[in-house]
């Protein structure tokens, strides 16, 4: 019904940023919110921010203050902004969307953060 295709990783320094995009097509008329996931290699998949059709966001504490989810103009397109990135934030990120009867899951970017 939604398929969500997510960008924009790849390879940054310590204290470099990047920023992923995630696009959902299909059946989008009643998604309610997207967010993004990240799973790290030997680690469970956590969340790391949401954002939803009123504009309202939500971060996980590892995030807040240097990951930014936003729109630029299209409800069917999200992005994560990371700045000040460290080593710990590497993992795969996957683009999430819900609507009001459940989850989508993209196949995810890689992020790596190393020197």
């Known amino acids: 019904q939604v398929q969500l295709v997510e960008s924009g990783g790849g390879l940054v320094q310590p204290g470099g940023s990047l920023r992923l995009s995630c696009a959902a097509s299909?059946?989008?008329?009643?998604?309610?919110?997207m967010a993004w996931y990240r799973q790290a290699p030997g680690k469970q998949r956590e969340f790391v921010a949401r954002?939803?059709?009123?504009?309202?966001?939500d971060y996980a504490q590892s995030g807040t203050g240097r990951f930014t989810i936003f729109r630029e103009g299209d409800q069917n397109k999200v992005y994560l902004r990371m700045n000040n990135l460290k080593p710990e934030d590497t993992a795969v990120y996957y683009c999430?969307?819900?609507?009001?009867?459940?989850?989508?899951w993209g196949q995810g970017t890689q992020v790596t953060v190393s020197s």
């Open positions: 954002i939803y059709r009123s504009g309202n966001t």
């Open positions: 299909g059946s989008i008329l009643y998604i309610d919110n």
């Open positions: 999430n969307a819900q609507d009001y009867s459940r989850n989508y």
